[in-house]
């Protein structure tokens, strides 16, 4: 990872899949979310929440027209509601412009805040889940689950609760059911998949 290490950037390529709706107001300002689909290598596809003030976004046909660049930080908040998830995860734009191949990278710095989950898939692979508090102005943080896999697990798995570590990585989506009061229901969850982690 570079020398100078960023404590939270999100750099994204992809397709807008739908057009921006209103999210909310902040201090007079008018914030939208739209979906960003970016693919993995593999084909498979992420599709990303992304929120952005009013006046970055462009007329709707240049959104639509061809793949997009996302620049930003990537977010989490608690929803309350009882609907959906309770952890959201976000991109907030800082720029927003024309894109190329699909691209997801993700860079944190921030310090881990839940002992280490280190369990084996049923493929046999260890992976290890961590939450990675990333702060953020205000004296607030983003709270970020991160899964580590093979050596960089078992190594991860051994850090205590305050550890600053270094992430790099990508922005995946996987589907999942819940199961509330007998009924089922699908959800998706987000995470950040480290290609890279280690203390500084």
């Known amino acids: 990872m570079d020398e100078v290490f960023v404590t939270n950037r999100a750099e994204l390529c992809g397709l807008v899949t739908a057009l921006p709706r209103y999210s909310h107001e902040s201090r007079g300002i008018r914030f939208y979310t739209f979906p960003l689909q970016t693919r993995r290598l593999s084909g498979t596809a992420d599709t990303v929440n992304i929120v952005a003030r009013e006046s970055m976004l462009p007329d709707d046909g240049l959104l639509l027209a061809g793949p997009v660049r996302i620049v930003g930080e990537l977010r989490s908040f608690n929803n309350k509601s009882g609907v959906g998830n309770r952890l959201v995860l976000t991109i907030f734009a800082r720029e927003i412009g024309p894109g190329g191949e699909d691209e997801n990278h993700i860079a944190l710095t921030g310090n881990l805040c839940k002992e280490p989950t280190l369990r084996v898939t049923p493929m046999g692979r260890e992976i290890c889940d961590i939450i990675l508090a990333v702060s953020r102005r205000y004296r607030r943080s983003d ?58």
């Open 143 to 200: 709270y970020i689950p991160i899964i580590a896999w093979g050596q960089q697990a078992r190594d991860v798995a051994q850090s205590p609760v305050g550890t600053q570590l270094a992430v790099r990585g990508r922005l995946q989506s996987r589907a999942y059911t819940k199961v509330i009061d007998g009924e089922s229901f699908q959800r998706q969850a987000f995470e950040v998949s480290a290609a890279d982690i280690f203390p500084i």
